[in-house]
């Protein structure tokens, strides 16, 4: 959902802020897979 929210909002500052969301996330789920370095990699 915030993927697709980043790519059609109009404003700057909320793609940015969707766009951190879609990151975390999916550093998130790398994480639960016991990804860890490609989870820091994600965040970093």
Same mark, same amino acid.
């Given at each position: 959902? *915030?993927?697709? @929210? $980043?790519?059609? $909002? +109009? +404003? ?5 802020? #969707?766009?951190? %969301?879609?990151? =975390?996330?999916?550093? =998130?789920? #790398? %994480?639960? *897979? /016991? #990804? /860890? %370095? @490609? ?6």
């Amino acid at each position: 959902v *915030f993927s697709l @929210l $980043t790519v059609t $909002t +109009k +404003k700057i500052l909320r793609a940015a802020v #969707y766009l951190l %969301f879609v990151l =975390g996330a999916t550093a =998130g789920i #790398y %994480f639960m *897979f /016991n #990804y /860890n %370095f @490609l989870a820091a990699v994600q965040l970093t």
